[in-house]
């Protein structure tokens, strides 16, 4: 039982109904046809860090969606924390996988979540997550027990590659200047078992079109004598992974880090259960490099996927046709030290390399960025850490995460300040998928872990 507990009943509901206001607003970023929601979305966040007692709320303007600002400076001398999230969200489709409306929030219970979980888009990535800090810093006020200074910054383009949040960060160094940076957009291992993420992998982002013949052509008459660009284009995909399953760009892994034996022996003492997780994702079996285990494929190793890829006739029944292009979206995760417009000129030269002379092939780069690491040595992770212990009973296990939130290795560099991941969502929460939903248990844990945090960081700086 924590000293937050009973407040944190009495005000349930009311945390609830507001977050709920939130999610009902559709802020999708990548869909123009949003606009208007997504801006509404910021003066919500605005309004919203105003009630809780934030100071200098500000809506501020970029040449994209807004950043909410606030702050609450108690003393100078005493460390400051930047809360960083975001309020934008995924597009909801496929619509009709849906089991109730992207935007119209309920609960309910799940086998992970028996005592319920909010279904929408954003519920966990990140509005649910985002809110738990607003509520946290409300609490801390009513208690009179922020012991830090605390400034938010809260984007709206995080899902589209936060371009014009890098643009405000370079304009707003002194603005933004803090201790650490504290961001809840991760998730941990399960309800019994916290975890505090302690990597995240970068991204390098590409489209290709591969374009054959100039014009679509019947695939009689000239079938077997030119160039079928989707047959061209899915051979050279097919060529960029070995038999083991290892990425063939040269040069691609020239500044992956290996792991020593030791951290690799300390990562397998995380739980996992590759029945679990098989049975989760209705797969007989797992699937990747060589050499390394699931846990480790999808976080310490860099991967390369097709995302999307399309081209010639996709509709009712048989057109015989030979198109003229075709195109595929292949995004490669990174690990730390592998940059990604070094990467995207690796894949650039030998997609383009590997291409034959009968098609040409066009490359072109997407948003991308680094990734990151912090250390369990750091004083916001052993508070954090401490934060983990006092409302879970139980000591979080650092896990690097196989996600991607390229802003944070720019944090490092702009702001010098380091971040530290309380993400509070599990896996199964299906962001970006149809169903998303956030726990209620976890949406009032994360509120109720945050002042802690705090707490153990203004102690101990
Ligand atoms: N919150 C996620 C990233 C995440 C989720 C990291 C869970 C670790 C665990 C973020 O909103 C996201 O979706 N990032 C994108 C990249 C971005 C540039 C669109 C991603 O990882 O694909
Ligand atoms: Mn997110
Ligand atoms: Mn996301």
Same mark, same amino acid.
């Given at each position: 039982?924590?000293?937050?507990?009973?407040?944190?009943?009495?005000?349930?509901?009311?945390?609830?109904?507001?977050? #709920?206001?939130?999610?009902?607003?559709?802020?999708?970023?990548?869909?123009?046809?949003?606009?208007?929601?997504? $801006?509404?979305?910021?003066?919500?966040?605005?309004?919203?860090? &105003?009630?809780?007692?934030?100071?200098?709320?500000?809506?501020?303007?970029?040449?994209?969606?807004?950043?909410?600002?606030?702050?609450?400076?108690?003393?100078?001398?005493?460390?400051?924390?930047?809360?960083?999230?975001?309020?934008?969200?995924?597009?909801?489709?496929?619509?009709?996988?849906?089991?109730?409306?992207?935007?119209?929030?309920?609960?309910?219970?799940?086998?992970?979540?028996?005592?319920?979980?909010? $279904?929408?888009?954003?519920?966990?990535?990140?509005?649910?997550?985002?809110?738990? +800090?607003?509520?946290? #810093?409300?609490?801390?006020?009513?208690?009179?027990?922020?012991?830090?200074?605390?400034?938010?910054?809260?984007?709206?383009?995080?899902?589209?590659?936060?371009?014009?949040?890098?643009?405000?960060?370079?304009?707003?160094?002194?603005?933004?200047?803090?201790?650490?940076?504290?961001?809840?957009?991760?998730?941990?291992?399960?309800?019994?078992?916290?975890?505090?993420?302690?990597?995240?992998?970068?991204?390098?982002?590409?489209?290709?079109?591969?374009?054959?013949?100039?014009?679509?052509?019947?695939?009689?008459?000239?079938?077997?004598?030119?160039?079928?660009?989707?047959? @061209?284009?899915?051979?050279?995909?097919?060529?960029? +992974?070995?038999?083991?399953?290892?990425?063939?760009?040269?040069?691609?892994?020239?500044?992956?880090?290996?792991?020593?034996?030791?951290?690799?022996?300390?990562?397998?003492?995380?739980?996992?259960?590759?029945?679990?997780?098989?049975?989760?994702?209705?797969?007989?079996?797992?699937?990747?490099?060589?050499?390394?285990?699931?846990?480790?494929? &999808?976080?310490?190793?860099?991967?390369?996927?097709?995302?999307?890829?399309?081209?010639?006739?996709?509709?009712?029944?048989?057109?015989?046709?030979?198109?003229?292009?075709?195109?595929?979206?292949?995004?490669?995760?990174?690990?730390?030290?592998?940059?990604?417009?070094?990467?995207?000129?690796?894949?650039?030269?030998? #997609?383009?390399?590997?291409?034959?002379?009968?098609?040409?092939?066009?490359?072109?780069?997407?948003?991308?960025?680094?990734?990151?690491?912090? +250390?369990?040595?750091?004083?916001?992770?052993?508070?954090?850490?401490?934060?983990?212990?006092?409302?879970?009973?139980?000591?979080?296990?650092?896990?690097?995460?196989?996600?991607?939130?390229? @802003?944070?290795?720019? $944090?490092?560099?702009?702001?010098?300040?380091?971040?530290?991941?309380?993400?509070?969502?599990?896996?199964?929460?299906?962001?970006?998928?149809?169903?998303?939903?956030?726990?209620?248990? &976890?949406?009032?844990?994360?509120?109720?872990?945050?002042?802690?945090?705090?707490?153990?960081?203004?102690?101990? +700086?």
């Amino acid at each position: 039982m924590s000293k937050y507990n009973s407040t944190i009943q009495e005000n349930k509901q009311r945390y609830l109904d507001e977050l #709920f206001d939130l999610l009902r607003i559709p802020s999708i970023s990548a869909d123009p046809a949003y606009k208007d929601d997504v $801006f509404k979305t910021a003066d919500e966040v605005a309004k919203r860090l &105003n009630e809780a007692g934030a100071d200098n709320v500000e809506i501020c303007e970029t040449p994209g969606y807004p950043v909410v600002y606030g702050d609450k400076i108690i003393d100078p001398s005493k460390p400051t924390v930047l809360v960083y999230g975001h309020y934008d969200v995924q597009p909801a489709d496929p619509l009709e996988l849906w089991t109730s409306g992207p935007f119209e929030p309920v609960i309910k219970k799940t086998d992970l979540h028996p005592e319920g979980a909010i $279904f929408a888009r954003g519920a966990c990535d990140d509005k649910g997550q985002m809110y738990m +800090h607003v509520k946290a #810093f409300e609490l801390m006020m009513q208690h009179g027990t922020l012991p830090c200074n605390i400034k938010f910054m809260i984007e709206g383009e995080e899902e589209v590659g936060s371009a014009n949040l890098e643009w405000y960060v370079k304009r707003n160094q002194d603005k933004l200047e803090c201790d650490v940076i504290l961001i809840s957009d991760t998730g941990m291992l399960a309800n019994d078992i916290p975890s505090i993420t302690t990597g995240l992998r970068g991204l390098a982002y590409m489209e290709v079109e591969v374009t054959g013949p100039n014009r679509d052509l019947h695939s009689g008459l000239y079938g077997g004598a030119v160039a079928n660009p989707i047959n @061209i284009l899915t051979k050279m995909i097919a060529s960029l +992974h070995d038999e083991n399953n290892h990425i063939t760009i040269p040069g691609f892994y020239d500044k992956v880090e290996e792991l020593s034996a030791e951290e690799r022996a300390e990562m397998a003492k995380a739980p996992f259960s590759i029945d679990d997780y098989k049975a989760a994702l209705d797969i007989d079996d797992v699937y990747g490099e060589e050499g390394y285990s699931t846990m480790e494929r &999808n976080s310490i190793r860099p991967t390369l996927d097709v995302n999307g890829i399309w081209g010639g006739y996709t509709g009712e029944g048989a057109k015989t046709v030979i198109a003229s292009k075709a195109y595929a979206k292949i995004s490669m995760r990174l690990v730390p030290n592998q940059m990604p417009d070094e990467i995207s000129e690796l894949f650039e030269k030998h #997609f383009k390399a590997i291409a034959p002379k009968s098609v040409k092939v066009k490359v072109t780069a997407h948003h991308g960025g680094e990734g990151y690491v912090t +250390h369990t040595t750091d004083k916001a992770y052993q508070a954090a850490s401490k934060a983990y212990e006092t409302t879970f009973g139980k000591k979080p296990i650092p896990v690097r995460s196989g996600g991607s939130i390229p @802003i944070v290795a720019l $944090f490092e560099k702009e702001l010098k300040s380091k971040s530290i991941l309380m993400g509070f969502g599990l896996d199964s929460d299906a962001i970006h998928s149809p169903n998303e939903h956030y726990g209620v248990f &976890n949406y009032l844990k994360g509120i109720e872990t945050i002042p802690y945090f705090y707490e153990f960081y203004a102690e101990n +700086h």
